[in-house]
């Protein structure tokens, strides 16, 4: 199946999961999966986004990892698909929308942190085989993981997992370290 006609379904499955109890004991399970996690240990500063309704709800995972004393970065979008990683700021008000609705920290050139100890990579589909991922489409997360190369894990809710990625891989395509799976 095309990457568009995959994603368009994907999003579909997750919109129906995200409606469902399911999810936060999914989100429950694997947030204690990621605390076991060697590279979640080791770890200083992580990279992971602010998750939008369809994806792994992350505020409440934010928080705690604030709270065992690691310095959260959230991804702000640049130009020509570049992105970069900002604090997690401690005012909400200093989050802004982005033109695709995600929330951003403003730009500040001085607290950029490129790459932070570990990324927890978003995505809507993960593959067993491989530890392939398909995002929403632009392409961030594959730019900056061949660039700057961190550590990388991702939380893989039940229906994201598939054993062979079921859209086309490309060689720009970064696998995932860790992959952290939900046991449906
Ligand atoms: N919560 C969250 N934040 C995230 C990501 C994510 O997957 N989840 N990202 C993960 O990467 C980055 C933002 N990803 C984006 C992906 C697509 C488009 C976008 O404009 N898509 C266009 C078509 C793409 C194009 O321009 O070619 C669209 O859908 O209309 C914008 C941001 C950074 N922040
Ligand atoms: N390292 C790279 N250098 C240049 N172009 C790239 C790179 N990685 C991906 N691209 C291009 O970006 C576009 C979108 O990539 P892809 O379909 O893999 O996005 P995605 O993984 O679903 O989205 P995202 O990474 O934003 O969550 C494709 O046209 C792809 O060729």
């Known amino acids: ?101 995600i929330l951003e920290p403003k730009m500040d050139e001085t607290a950029r942190l490129d790459p932070p100890d570990l990324v927890i990579v978003p995505g809507i589909a993960f593959s067993k085989d491989g530890h392939y991922r398909i995002g929403f489409g632009a392409g961030y997360y594959d730019r900056y993981l061949n660039r700057y190369q961190p550590k990388t894990t991702a939380l893989v809710l039940s229906p994201m997992l598939y054993d062979a990625p079921q859209w086309p891989v490309s060689m720009l395509d970064v696998p995932v370290e860790d992959l952290l799976i939900a046991h449906g």
């Open 1 to 101: 199946m095309d990457k568009v006609t995959f994603r368009k379904q994907q999003i579909d499955r997750l919109v129906e999961f995200s409606k469902t109890d399911q999810k936060v004991t999914e989100e429950a399970q694997l947030t204690k999966a990621l605390y076991q996690l060697a590279s979640f240990q080791n770890a200083e500063t992580i990279g992971i986004v602010i998750g939008q309704a369809i994806e792994f709800n992350t505020k409440p995972l934010i928080k705690a990892i604030q709270n065992l004393g690691k310095k959260v970065y959230v991804p702000r979008t640049l130009p020509d698909y570049q992105m970069t990683f900002l604090p997690y700021p401690e005012k909400e008000t200093d989050l802004e929308k982005s033109s695709f609705g």
